[in-house]
């Protein structure tokens, strides 16, 4: 492409190959309300009339949507609306706002891993039981400040110990988590935070990222999004496994990453859309994503 005009968040979209030939970015910075909730000061954008007729963002579906759903276009409402008979369908309905779709998925992503530091560390752990063990072992020889972390504030990230302990990965609308599940999650964070100490209590990713970036915990329970960040900041001893096992596998949830349309898009710039998409969705530029994950 000689020229893409839909304009991205550099932030948000990360290194982008020079065979792409995109030139231009819109930038934006922090605001501490945004960077609290992992966002980039993106709603600001709206207020730039220049922009907003041409602006696009790529994000996952839990956070874009939830808080400037409102500005983006609903895709089945336009002529892009055939872009979504080349994806899987389950992975589209992740970015329904008001029963209608409103982004693009480009790509499968968003899985929970543990990560582990080669440099206390050489085996990944089979189950839940020997982490903790390991971990404890590995605190008190290297005198970390834990053995693992995980946000034991986010939701999010005790889906998988719901799961490993009898929850469904996917429930009916309305329909309860299991009690057992639920309690035996419980119980179990309660021991490894308040018992043992080996967990913080409430941390969001942001501490749980810095905390094992700093190499000041062996283990760190985060998402395919860290892998980066995590190999350079280790010196390339990064170890990745699946979340160990609890009574069962600890399934993580996934979803997938969305190129979101301002609104206001103007119509002449579809044709950019389609292009990009057609980029993204050829055989190359997906197995070279699922290569780097």
Not at 95 to 105: F, N, R, V, W
Not at 228 to 249: Q, S, V
Request: charged fraction near 25%.
């Amino acid at each position: 492409m000689e020229k893409l005009q839909v304009y991205l968040l550099k932030e948000t979209l990360g290194i982008v190959p020079e065979k792409w030939g995109v030139k231009e970015y819109a930038t934006f910075h922090y605001s501490d309300v945004m960077k609290s909730l992992y966002l980039k000061d993106f709603p600001n954008a709206w207020e730039q009339e220049d922009l907003k007729n041409k602006l696009s963002t790529i994000g996952a579906n839990d956070y874009f949507n939830k808080w400037t759903g409102d500005n983006f276009l609903y895709i089945e409402d336009t002529e892009l609306n055939f872009l979504l008979d080349y994806v899987k369908p389950s992975l589209a309905e992740g970015s329904t706002i008001a029963g209608k779709k409103t982004g693009i998925p480009l790509f499968g992503g968003n899985h929970q891993l543990l990560f582990y530091n080669k440099k206390y560390v050489s085996d990944e752990p089979k189950t839940m039981d020997e982490l903790i063990v390991t971990a404890d072992e590995v605190k008190k020889q290297f005198n970390l400040d834990y053995g693992f972390v995980l946000p034991t504030g986010a939701c999010y990230f005790i889906l998988p110990f719901l799961y490993g302990f009898g929850a469904p990965l996917w429930a009916d609308k309305g329909e309860p988590i299991p009690f057992d599940a639920l309690v035996k999650t419980i119980e179990l964070l309660r021991v490894l935070i308040y018992d043992k100490k080996s967990l913080p209590i409430k941390w969001e990713q942001a501490e749980s990222i810095k905390c094992f970036t700093e190499e000041k915990a062996a283990y760190c329970i985060g998402g395919d999004w860290n892998i980066r960040e995590f190999d350079e900041a280790t010196n390339h001893n990064l170890g990745i496994c699946e979340i160990p096992a609890l009574d069962r596998c600890c399934r993580s949830t996934a979803n997938a990453s969305y190129l979101f349309l301002s609104r206001y898009l103007e119509p002449e710039l579809y044709s950019n859309v389609k292009e990009m998409c057609k980029i993204f969705f050829s055989i190359d530029v997906q197995t070279e994503i699922m290569k780097n994950l």
